[in-house]
């Protein structure tokens, strides 16, 4: 059966290539829209993997759980939202805590739009330093 398939294809493929050697400028054509197709597609999904698929700076990425809450005292968010979280949910080993803003910050003429981040004081142990 697999002898068979493998006889029919060859006989394709020798066809093909009979048909694109009588039609140069068409089978140049097709070699170099294949060639162009191939290469831009390896391009953009290397560039795609390199951004999106980035290693994150944590140790044990795994075990690392986001839960977001909303309130609107930042400053309680960060000191009390731990404990209240760490107290409700048993099965989380540690909890830390992170709020971030976008500030305006305004000098003469010019503007500045700046990012602030507030966390927790062992927020740093989740980081990897290399």
């Known amino acids: 059966m697999v ?9 394709d493929l020798r066809s093909a290539v009979r048909r694109l050697s ?20 390896t391009a953009i999904f290397s ?5 999106l698929v980035v290693h994150v700076p944590y140790q044990n990425p795994d ?13 309680a968010q960060i000191t009390e939202g731990p404990a209240v979280i760490q107290r ?9 805590a992170f709020s971030s803003e976008r500030i305006n910050w305004r000098r003469g003429d010019s503007t ?4 602030r ?7 740093h142990h989740l980081i990897v330093h290399k």
């Open 3 to 11: 002898a068979g398939s493998v006889d029919a294809l060859t006989r």
């Open 22 to 41: 009588r039609a140069r400028t068409l089978s140049t054509i097709v070699v170099l829209s294949l060639a162009l197709g191939i290469g831009a597609n």
């Open 47 to 51: 560039v795609a993997r390199s951004i």
């Open 63 to 75: 075990r690392v759980v986001l839960v977001e809450t909303y309130v609107r005292d930042v400053h």
């Open 88 to 96: 409700l949910a048993r099965s989380l080993e540690r909890v830390e």
């Open 112 to 115: 500045l739009r700046l990012s």
């Open 117 to 123: 981040i507030e966390c927790s004081a062992s927020w």
